[in-house]
């Protein structure tokens, strides 16, 4: 179970960061075009936006997988999933408001993805008690 858990916060976090840093460094106009029309959902936000949701993926990211790395507490790297989550329940309802279904079921699947990961650190995460 372990292992499986690595693989897919290795995968989501390389993922994330990628998209992160090009919602961050690439300007609002051509990230909209960056991946054919799939994010169009650019228009509705700000560019201050878009590099806030961009750091707090990367930042998401990090916590995926850092924690158990650098020997931090281990419960940090669910409570990043769960971030995460929070952040793909955001882009599903914007593809919900925007009717781009096909593109919100790829959004639930990552929110399901984080929610495996919570699900599983948890259980393995030791607590104080």
């Given amino acids: 179970m372990n292992t499986a858990l690595w693989i897919i916060a290795g995968v989501l976090a390389i993922t994330y960061v990628g998209c992160g ?11 909209r075009g960056l991946r054919g029309s799939s994010q169009h959902w650019a228009d509705d936000f700000q560019p201050g936006h ?6 707090l993926k990367i930042i998401g990211a990090i916590g995926l997988v850092l924690p158990p ?10 409570l990043a999933a769960c971030g995460l989550m929070l952040v793909m ?4 309802t914007t593809r919900f408001r925007r009717c781009e ?19 599983g650190r948890f259980a393995l995460a030791p607590f104080a008690g």
């Fill in 21 to 31: 840093a090009a919602q961050i460094l690439v300007p609002k106009d051509r990230y």
């Fill in 50 to 55: 878009l590099t806030a949701i961009g750091t």
């Fill in 89 to 92: 329940a955001g882009a599903a």
């Fill in 69 to 78: 790395l650098a020997g931090l507490p281990p419960v940090l790297s669910p």
């Fill in 101 to 119: 279904w096909a593109y919100m079921a790829v959004d639930v699947v990552f929110l399901a993805a984080f929610a495996f990961l919570a699900w």
